[in-house]
């Protein structure tokens, strides 16, 4: 089947290769003879040519790099942010006419001397492989002590992380700009070969440079010892003995911030052409960006895009800023959303009004690119840090009961919209109780957070997870069909059972339950988590550390005893 299925795509993106060539044929000429006619300063037709110029450049940044033109689609963007400049009213001199002359006909002999990169099926597979080997996260880890190095690095495999071991600093440092980390985790301290302080990382030309969070391991604990480790950047200092469920806390905390999902910018101006160059700048910043000129489709663009800011014009024909904000705040759902006005406006008091009337903050224009950028994106940040103390769980980082609730009825309504598999599934720590009882409930809370780490790195960006009570969670697992679903929940389950936890030099182990449904075999979004949350009763009430789809148990228990299976049948 999957040979068929790439012979049949083949022929098809070698058509659509064949057709953009045969697009740049037209298209590339003329860009040139549009060019050439920009230097004819005394043309009436310099506008219309400047804006057919963006058209094709437009059309070309973003769709060359998909047929194998890379360089064509990147060099064409920067041409169009440059041709939005000149729209926008800053007169091109005509060195700069003849060299954007120039560029183009690069671009002509560029593209005539070679052939396309080829997607074929057998490349895109590989970009997928790289894809989801790029999901996985690497640790670099320097650290003397082989058995420490050894329980963390195990440890840490049962979280998804990759952790590469080096007893020394010195063999640490080679391999860093051959294959960067996402986190390094240096013990400072104990080193063999004597390079025992933080001076050594600061003067080092392996680690100068390294664009790479630090974190610390140390026997020593003063003032100055941690000034120096902040002094080069570190994100962490942990004295050893180390509290392990507190690092991979901290772990956690960087990886979430460096792969979070791109802002989302909202941009009302009534001027297009300046809104699609704040959003191209937006855009090249990693930022996701939508414009709007029309304010009457504000709500369902809103619902559709859910941005984490809007950057809205003060003056607007028909409806002003400060209108707009009004009825934006009349909505319970937005009434947090931020709101930044963009004018040019520079009566103070004027600015003062309008941020009395829904808005948060003013930007005056014109406004430079990179000011652009640094305000949206520190305004994003903070959104999203209210946002989330508002809607998380504070212990998990998971979204709260009734937050998951809201969010498992959104994604039931999406499924049955495109006809796409939603599994919803409810988990369970087992015997969860004895474990508060015999260990005290610190020691429960890094149970609840093992299973909460271990969900956010086995699951995808696109599912929802939530602490639904307790130690109970609930997952929802967007276009999983029932056979990866039980595939998905057995390898958590079993990457649980392997964790082993710590308490008064006792250790044990904790499994768990899980409760499947899929969700296209119930009428109504009410009931299905009425329905997971039977399906992890018959899981509990058939042994326990299973999974049970529906009424089907799906996974026997393999003839091993849980810790506390044989006390007190709790939980």
Known sequence: ???ETKDAIEPQLQALRDMFRQRLEVDLPELQRLADMLLIRSSPLIKT?????????????????????SELGAASRYLEIRVQ?????????????????????????????????????????AVVESMRKSDEISICLAEAEEPFAEELSRIFGHFGYTVNRHIRLAEAAEGLHRSKPDVLILDV???????????HVALSPEFQGLDCPMIFLSDQDTFEIRMQAARIGAEG?????????????????????????????????DDEELARHYSLILRGAGMESRTLSDPVSI????????????????????????????????????????IIYLSAETDIDQQLSAMSNGGDDFLTKPISDRHLVVAVSVRAARMRQLNE??????????????????????????????????????????????????????????????????????????????????EEFAVALVD??????????????????????????????????????????????SSILVAADEALYNAKRGGRDRICLGDCLQTRHENETAPHEMHEADG
Request: proline share 4%; aromatic share 6%.
């Open 237 to 269: 200092f942990f004295l050893k003995p180390v509290d392990i469920p507190r690092l991979i806390d901290r772990v956690e905390q960087i990886v979430r911030r460096r792969q979070a999902l791109p802002y989302r910018l909202l941009i009302v101006d």
């Open 480 to 525: 999983c069909d029932a056979d990866a679903a039980i595939a998905l929940l057995d390898d958590i389950r079993m990457r649980f059972k392997e964790i082993r936890f710590s308490a008064e030099k006792e250790n044990f182990t904790v499994t768990l339950s899980v409760g499947a449904i899929m969700a296209a075999d119930y009428p109504e979004a």
């Open 389 to 470: 103390l508002m809607v998380k769980d504070s212990l998990t980082g998971l979204l709260k009961h009734s937050r998951i609730k809201e969010q498992i009825a959104l994604e039931y309504s999406k499924a049955r919209r495109v006809n796409s598999p939603l599994c919803v599934a409810m988990l369970d720590i087992d015997h969860f109780k004895q474990v508060n009882d015999t260990y005290g409930h610190a020691v429960g809370d890094q149970v609840i957070k093992a299973l909460a780490h271990l969900l956010k790195q086995r699951l995808r960006k696109s599912d929802s997870i939530g602490r639904y009570g307790g």
């Open 299 to 338: 709500f369902e663009v809103l619902d559709e895009f859910q941005p984490d800011l809007i950057l809205m014009d003060l003056n607007m024909p028909g409806y002003t800023g400060v209108d707009l904000a009004r009825v934006i705040r009349m909505h319970d759902d937005w009434l947090s959303l931020p």
């Open 189 to 199: 301290t104990s080193h063999p070969d004597g390079l025992n302080t933080i001076e």
């Open 85 to 125: 400049q000149w729209l926008q009213g800053e007169n091109p001199s005509l060195q700069d006419l003849h060299a954007l002359q120039r560029e183009i006909h690069s671009l002509r002999v560029h593209v005539a001397r070679r052939q396309p990169s080829r997607s074929s099926m057998s490349m895109i597979q």
């Open 49 to 69: 040519n400047l804006i057919e110029l963006n058209r094709i450049l437009h059309k070309l940044a973003g769709s060359a790099g998909t047929f194998g033109f």
């Open 1 to 3: 089947m999957v040979e």
